[in-house]
């Protein structure tokens, strides 16, 4: 168990011979401290392959306060929660984890740091309903893993951890007595005017949370519906939705998005290589006639020497050109794909990058990395391939049927019935193929996604023992996906059989038309060697052409982000016009300012007017959803500012392209950010400052002992997200990277909502020491955090209803600050 806290606590009780005679003796339930969720619905993973009890599934429920969220859900419990839990929030998915343990029917429950993603009014309903009453009362044992040191008093026994070792243990009475520092360090800590967020408010937050819960999920559903939409389906939409209309539409091939992907590789490209390929199969078939020509007049008039001269010498011209054409068309082929996917993958990219924060917000994760993964592949390795090999069958098919046209032109006669009947054996064909194909990728979806489920949570199925149940599951969806590859494979001989049947009868009809005409003997010989390769294009054109409709797929999807509406990144000011060094003196003047995410939505900032002189020390409080985390957005102009402006050191923010605003401040977040590489890379990305500069920053933040001690120092490895530091420590280092940018402005967004008391005491005498000449803002999640500040904004329902000094505010009995600051004491 990977144990990251302060405190672990063990509340126990002899369970009766009733309660545990159906429960296997070593059985454990495990919450990680990190929620791993399954690609399933909400009931399955509380459940987690357990019978399904209705009062027992209410009491887990109750207890860990999930009913109001799963009640705003589209299809309540049977909602799929989608990969990693992408639709909930941090909290929802940890309550999902815990009741997933508190479910199972174990004598034994481990709970890592349960409580570090809700806040205080669910962490102590958690506390008192689903270990206090829950647990207890069925007589199971706990052991908790956490730093919320004021539900110490519960425990049975206690064992301190420090640097993972043990550093005390026993009851809180023996530690009160053996270790009286220890004990009086805890007390401190376990103040509960350090608790914040008082009851009412927190119902608030959850109340938002859960707002936040239907929007995200109706928001997605009509983001898949879109994404689902088919152009050429929208301009039928008012059509009966019947059998011949379905049938033509999955019969109709995408022309628009083939002919958007040959256009993405340039005019030019796309010119040249149908022009070389024209050229190259005339040339080829130029050679074959050649050859019968020679041949006929060889056997006709037993042609000299002087003859034979002049068919080697066309006949070497013919077969250069071909060489050299046949070059030519695999150079342009290859170029306008690896052109084409060049540009669509460059705008792809640029597309997400500028996209709106909203995008992100209503668009989960998978679905865009599905897009730079899956789809960039296929369009960057399949399509070229199948595109030359579909345009190579076809024109050697059209070349064929021309050769034996004119070397037997009764074959015209039956030329139409045999078309008529290969349209029939494609049609039927490319729905089945393609159906197929998408069968098969839809399989291997969840194929892929279960292993990758199982490899993430690897620690959570082993501490239930689910061992054989995953793998029987992977079996399964191994078998599905199987079965649908077989069935692909049989409908390619299916359509080979075909094909064979319909090159046997040109084969047939050609012979029989040679027999009747008058034909040379050259030319009828030709016409028959066409005729028996034909089988071969034929089978092709149809597999190639069902191939690339499935791949234009891909084509389409990335099309369809593409049309995304972009941020407006450049401004209207050019860069070289913004000082060097701005902002230099940090001041802010907020005129006004309007604030909305959407255009269709409702404001969350209404007509903020404020003034935060150079230098100045601002709070910014206030009741969950007031607005305060939408104003530290707006700095970035990440959301859409309608109305108002935001002028630091007389610049209107509104007028600078992006990157320079985005560059020049500075952002701490609640969740700490780091990215895969060193530890050098996170601090100075641009690789602007010296080592003495990145030294000092760790030792201001206090890491530098500890990066000290990696191997490699500043080049010591960071693993994806920061995971090989502690939260605590990631968000030291974000401090650090703060402090060497040198913005004279640094935005803390309830920066020390997930770190202990220790970290954050850390924290906050940095900032009051390094960051003293500079302006600092802070959203607080301590009201205690900003009692000293300069500047107090108190936000509600997105207006700025007090704004002054602390003290003065305080002053105000009645004031919403005063509120909040008497409801915490």
């Known amino acids: ?67 109001p969220d799963i009640d705003l859900l589209p299809f309540g419990d049977q909602t799929e929660i989608g990969e990693r839990g992408i639709n909930l929030s941090g909290g929802q998915r940890q309550r999902i984890c815990v009741a997933r343990a508190l479910y199972q029917n174990t004598n034994i429950v481990f709970l890592d740091d349960p409580f570090s993603a809700l806040d205080i009014h669910l962490s102590d309903h958690l506390m008192q309903e689903g270990i206090l009453k829950f647990l207890q009362d069925d007589k199971r044992t706990l052991v908790l893993v956490t730093h919320k040191l004021q539900y110490l008093t519960h425990a049975d026994w206690i064992i301190a951890m420090k640097d993972g070792s043990v550093l005390r243990e026993g009851t809180l009475k023996d530690i009160q007595t053996k270790d009286v520092e220890l004990y009086e360090h805890w007390k401190t800590l376990m103040n509960r005017q350090d608790q914040e967020l ?72 796309l010119c040249l290589m149908i022009f070389s390929k024209l050229l190259k199969h005339s040339v080829i078939v130029a050679i074959d006639y050649w050859l019968a020509t020679w041949t006929s007049e060889y056997n006709i008039n037993n042609t000299g020497k002087a003859d034979q001269t002049y068919y080697v010498a066309g006949f070497s011209i013919l077969c250069g050109a071909g060489i050299f054409l046949c ?143 995953f793998k029987q599951r992977m079996l399964e969806l191994t078998d599905t996906n199987n079965i649908a590859y077989l069935f692909l494979s049989a409908a390619n001989r299916w359509l080979e059989v075909r094909t064979d049947y319909l090159g046997a009868c040109i084969v047939l009809t050609a012979s029989i038309a040679s027999i009747s005409g008058s034909s040379n003997s050259g030319l009828v010989g030709l016409g028959l060697l066409y005729a028996l390769t034909i089988t071969n294009y034929l089978n092709w054109v149809v597999r190639n052409l069902a191939d690339l409709e499935v791949q234009m797929g891909a084509v389409k999807k990335v099309n369809s982000f593409l049309s995304m509406e972009s941020e407006n990144y450049e401004g209207t000011m050019d860069p070289s016009q913004v000082p060097e060094h701005w902002p230099q003196e940090g001041e802010i003047k907020i005129h006004d300012l309007c604030v909305r995410y959407e255009n269709n939505l409702k404001p969350v900032l209404k007509h903020v007017k404020a003034y935060i002189k150079p230098g100045q020390k601002v709070g910014i409080c206030g009741r969950t959803g007031s607005g305060k985390s939408s104003l530290s957005l707006a700095f970035f102009r990440m959301v859409d500012i309608f109305d108002g402006k935001i002028v630091i050191d007389g610049i209107d923010i509104s007028k600078l392209p992006l990157h320079t605003l985005r560059s020049r401040l500075s952002i701490i977040l609640q969740d700490p950010i780091l990215f895969s590489g060193s530890i050098r890379f996170n601090l100075d990305p641009e690789c602007k400052c010296t080592d003495d500069r990145l030294w000092e920053a760790l030792e201001i933040a206090q890491l530098k002992n500890m990066v000290k001690s990696l191997p490699g120092g500043l080049d010591a490895v960071v693993t994806e997200g920061g995971e090989n530091f502690s939260v605590g420590q990631r968000q030291l280092f974000c401090l650090a990277r703060a402090f060497v940018r040198k913005s004279s402005i640094l935005i803390m967004d309830e920066a020390t909502a997930s770190i202990d008391m220790a970290t954050e005491n850390i924290l906050q005498k940095v900032v ?31 207006i700025l209803v007090e704004c002054d000094s602390g003290p003065n505010l305080l002053a105000h009995k009645n004031g919403l600050f005063s509120t909040l600051v008497m409801t915490n004491k």
Request: one cysteine or more; proline letters at 4%.
């Open 327 to 469: 070059l030519v068309t695999s150079l342009t082929v290859e170029w306008m794909g690896l052109t084409a996917a060049k540009n669509l993958h460059h705008n792809l990219l640029n597309k997400i990058i500028l996209g709106p924060i909203r995008f992100f917000d209503t668009t989960p994760l998978g679905l865009i990395l599905n897009r730079f993964s899956a789809d960039t592949n296929i369009i960057d390795q399949h399509i070229p391939p199948t595109l030359e090999s579909l345009t190579r069958s076809t024109l050697l098919c059209l070349s064929a049927i021309g050769m034996i046209s004119y070397a037997t032109p009764v074959f015209l006669v039956a030329l139409v019935p045999l078309g008529v009947a290969f349209y029939f054996i494609q049609k039927y064909f490319r729905v089945a193929s393609k159906d197929l194909q998408e069968l098969d990728d839809s399989t291997q979806l969840p194929l892929l996604c279960h292993f990758s489920e199982t490899a993430e949570g690897l620690t959570t199925i082993r501490a239930f023992r689910h061992e054989t149940r």
């Open 198 to 269: 008082e009851k009412d408010m927190e119902a608030d937050q959850t109340t938002l949370e859960r707002k936040t819960l239907r929007r995200a999920m109706y928001s997605r559903e009509a983001k898949a519906q879109m994404e689902d939409e088919d152009e050429e389906e929208e301009e039928e939409e008012d059509e009966d939705d019947n059998m011949s209309t379905v049938m033509r539409l999955r019969t109709k091939m995408p022309w628009k998005t083939c002919w958007w992907y040959l256009t993405s590789g340039g005019f030019f490209l």
């Open 1 to 67: 168990m990977n144990i990251v806290c302060h405190t672990c606590s063990v509340n126990e009780s002899e369970p009766s011979f009733e309660a545990t005679r159906s429960r296997n003796r070593y059985s454990v339930a495990y919450a990680a401290q990190k929620p791993w969720l399954l690609n399933a619905t909400v009931e399955e993973n509380i459940t987690f392959g357990s019978p399904f009890n209705k009062q027992r599934y209410k009491a887990v429920t109750d207890a860990c306060s999930l009913q």
């Open 768 to 798: 009051m020491t390094a960051f003293a000449d500079r302006t600092v803002v802070t959203i607080a999640h301590r009201v205690s955090s900003i009692m000293d500040a300069g500047l107090v904004l108190v936000f509600s329902e997105g």
